[in-house]
């Protein structure tokens, strides 16, 4: 995520795959999250929020963070990385 470009901008999508009939859209400067059930909305908005914090803890932003501590600290809010099937 790590980027050499001035005045890239960086930003996390999360899409919620159930749903409830509600929609569901929350924004913030670096960030979109679409869908999901009142259940799931909630709990991407928290970890996204999570994420947000720690990397101002680090004094870093989306733009400059590396690829391997964003992924130590997606883990460390709850999040998984899913590897795709080999077939």
Known sequence: MANSKKGQK???LGIGLDSDGHRRLTAGPNFLLAGGSAETHEAMTGKVIKIME???AKGKTLETVSRE???DIAHDVGLKR???DAN
């Open 54 to 56: 720690k990397l101002a």
């Open 10 to 12: 960086a930003m996390l």
């Open 82 to 84: 899913i590897q795709p």
């Open 69 to 71: 501590e964003f992924d």
